[in-house]
């Protein structure tokens, strides 16, 4: 039997599309269902890696977490990674198959439906549900042609659609009945019924304006769905939710510095850190300063280390870090932010631009060569000071030089990892998912002074996704999602 499936497009990015799916694939995966996301393309440099060793969307790993299932390549068959000068990097299944500008990729998506679809057809065949996600937004007519990523891919797999705004950006009745404006009439037709999302305040005061968007449209309101504050301890798909508000925390003990440059990639990585009461985790961009009370500098991975090493000297971050090290403070480097903390590192293919090599920060002896091979696996071991950790690696290059006889990590078979300065107060990994294994963010915590870790990040998420899935039961008619669904 083949499964029902919907799909949910956005009227813009970050209108919480991947929130929604995860939270429904959690809902109807405790009503006794077997729910399968499904993203046909997607553009990230948040990216997970799967059992057995390809790479898709982190969003889409969280629903699969959200749906009980192992995350697969078919999950997600099309992941565009954005770099500087080149384009991205177009990862089918799982696997990197070529570097490509813009207009090379809108002429190479014609070929990439068939293994969308075959992708989506391998999910139904063992699924009751197959909740599937858009990209981006729906009215970007210009991207029509050929497209795999919305209405392209609704009207290929048939496939009916509903159609999320963001009330919280304003402009949602504009945004929802725009979108039926400018799409094309088929590709309209498509779509069943609208969700205005992250409603605050009452939501009586907001019944006119459903009425209204249902009226011009003729599509069914699905819900309002109020203001999700929770979702912040989700892992996020996109960088634009690193400008998302924190709570305060005036019992933080520690603070602990990330750099945010233009090209960031698995910024998951500090989420655990985040929702620790005690740790103040401050996210800096280009034009901030590191703060000076920082125990912690957090260089996180990139996905183009040569330009956001640019970015980093530019913004003169390399001087705060110089002048937090001989304050006493830590550095730690995650994959390409270990990459930038050495000598060097050298592009002789031109693999993120032109072919060359620039200067590292120097904070640590070693140097870093980007060659073809990807290193995708998931992993487990010790890092220097005992604690055990799991994670996984995602990185192209090499890095070698003496400060790699101090490894920053055994893994489970005996390989070294990282480097660890004479000093020991600057650390490089290619390890991702570090804190959020509890024992190894214990560890962390207690050497910068925090006393070790308060929570239990697997048991907060799970508990997140429960609250979640209870949340849009009371803000949507799941019945009639089910009903819409073919």
Sequence with gaps: MVARAVMFQGTGSDVGKSLIVAGLARAFTNRGLRVRPFKP?????????????????????LQARAARVAASVHMNPVLLKPQSE?????VVRGRLI????????????????????????QLSAEADLVLVEGAGSASEVNLRPNDIANMGFARAADVPVVLIGDIDRGGVIASLVG???????????????????????????????????????????????????????????????????????????????????????NFDDLDPLDAEPAVELVRLKPGDAIPGDAQLVILPGSKATI????????????????????RGGMVLGLCGGYQMLGRSVADPAGHEGPPGETAGLGLLAVATTLTDDKRLTQTHGVTADGAPFAGYEMHMGS????????????????????AVSADGRVMGTYIHGLFADDRQRAAWLARLGAGGTMI?????????????????????DLDRVLALAR
């Design 456 to 476: 239990s990040h697997e048991t907060l998420v799970e508990a997140t996704l429960d609250r979640l899935a209870a949340h849009l039961a009371e803000c949507m």
């Design 98 to 121: 070529a570097s490509a500008k813009a207009a090379d990729y809108q002429r190479l998506k014609p070929e990439l439906m068939r293994p969308v679809l075959d992708s989506f057809a």
């Design 41 to 61: 393309q997607n553009m990230s440099n948040n990216a997970a890696v799967t059992p057995d060793g390809g790479e898709i969307g982190r969003a889409q790993a």
């Design 179 to 265: 979108t039926k404006a400018v799409i094309a009439p088929d590709d309209a037709a498509l779509i069943r019924a609208f969700i205005v999302n992250r409603f605050r305040g009452d939501p009586a005061l907001f019944a006119d304006g459903m009425a209204r968007i249902a009226q011009a449209t003729g599509w069914e309101a699905l819900g309002l769905v109020r203001f999700f504050a929770d979702a912040r301890l989700l892992p996020a798909e996109d960088a634009l939710a690193l400008d998302h508000a924190r709570p305060a925390k005036p019992d933080a003990r520690v603070r602990i510095a990330a750099l945010v440059l233009p090209h960031i990639s």
């Design 399 to 418: 890095t070698d030089g003496p400060d790699r006889m101090r490894p920053f990590a055994r893994l489970a078979d005996g390989s070294p990892d990282g």
């Design 86 to 90: 080149i384009g991205a990097q177009v």
């Design 307 to 326: 330009a956001d090493l640019a970015a980093l000297r530019a913004a003169g971050f390399d001087i705060d870090i110089a002048a937090h090290r001989r």
